[in-house]
């Protein structure tokens, strides 16, 4: 059982990076899924979260209107849709799955969620 997150890279401020969510040994499916991030020298923190039917989506402050969480079924995928990227997105980002269909009212504190390896972001010019 694992998760993988890929599509990192560098960018230029105001960019754009999709993040792709991949899943070995099970089934997204099932399960809300959340993007996190860490920068050196800060706490991870939570980025996004989408619940296993897709229905419900969940952005911190400083991503919405500028990320969008999606997911693909027939690819057993999560994506995350990364524009206007501002130097401060600077950071590995995770996704990870908290084993239940609905994030939570907390999803962003991360308490309950595994993650899989992550994929580094690098916004500069």
């Known amino acids: 059982v694992q998760l993988q997150a890929s599509g990192g890279g560098l960018v230029q401020p105001g960019g754009s990076l999709r993040l792709s969510c991949a899943a070995s040994g099970f089934t997204l499916d099932y399960y809300a899924i959340g993007w996190f991030r860490q920068a050196p020298g800060k706490e991870r923190e939570g980025v996004s979260c989408?619940?296993?039917?897709?229905?419900?989506?969940y952005y911190t402050d400083s991503m919405k209107g500028r990320f969008t969480i999606s997911r693909d079924r027939a690819k057993n995928t999560v994506y995350l849709q990364m524009n206007n990227l501002k130097p401060e997105d600077t950071a590995v980002y995770y996704c990870g799955t908290n084993w239940a269909s609905s994030c939570g009212r907390r999803w962003y504190l991360a308490a309950d969620f595994s993650w899989g390896q992550g994929t580094q972001v690098t916004v500069s010019s």
């Open positions: 989408i619940s296993s039917s897709g229905d419900s989506t």
